[in-house]
């Protein structure tokens, strides 16, 4: 269900200021990104970015929605791309690995936030489901294709998948102690490969993203 709070003003320097507003955000947080921030970073009046969004909370939330809307559409683009099933989740993991410090900030940002706005909560669920479709339509493509024999649940497999990704960008935001991202990408890929009882492909596949 799309969140409802979006205007219309501002056509593509609208898209431009909505980039300054995931900067801010990153950098600031929601609840320290403010009109003046954004006006600063984007080189855009405060009384534009009022007739533009109306609040400072439907700025960020609009921002938060167009930045999941990128996300999912790139992870869809790299899905396309690969035809194998294997290759395909290997490269579908390595552009959720490879997010900026900025995109990670932003992901981290909308989960907290959407634990408070039920517009936001109810945008995630959606959001969730668009964004684990390509992990799971690789994962049941295998299957079919006979290339994967796993021990698990498809949605099993990728709710393990996702929830391993999503740990790992909380983990890197926080600056906690970590694996690098190529060693926990082996151990990973390692754990996949196992579950699924991949066959004909090595767990270690690289892509150009590895």
């Known amino acids: 269900m799309p969140i409802g709070r979006t205007r219309r003003a501002g056509g593509k320097k609208r898209d431009a200021v909505l980039d300054a507003v995931m900067d801010v955000l990153a950098s600031r947080g929601y609840e ?39 996300e999912v559409d790139a992870l869809r683009a790299v899905s ?15 552009r959720s690995l490879h997010n900026s410090e900025s995109a990670r900030r932003v992901l981290v940002e909308f989960w907290r936030s959407a634990m408070r706005d039920d517009e936001l909560r109810d945008h995630s669920a959606e959001v969730l489901t668009r964004y684990r479709a390509p992990f799971l339509a690789a994962v049941r493509e295998g299957v079919e294709r006979g290339a994967f024999t796993p021990a698990h649940d498809a ?21 906690h102690a970590t694996p690098s991202p190529a060693q926990f990408r082996d151990v990973l890929l390692a754990q996949l490969g196992l579950m699924l009882g991949v066959r004909a492909a090595d767990p270690s596949t690289r892509t150009d993203r590895g």
Request: charged content about 25%.
């Open 32 to 70: 320290n990104t403010r009109f003046t921030d954004v006006s600063a970073a984007g080189g855009v009046a405060i009384s534009t970015l009022q007739t533009y969004f109306g609040s400072r909370e439907d700025m960020i939330i609009e921002a938060m929605r167009v930045f999941t809307d990128r």
């Open 80 to 94: 396309a791309a690969e035809a194998d099933p294997w290759r395909r989740l290997v490269a579908l993991t390595d």
């Open 155 to 175: 949605d099993a497999v990728t709710d393990f998948l996702l929830a391993a990704l999503a740990g790992l960008i909380v983990s890197r935001v926080q600056h």
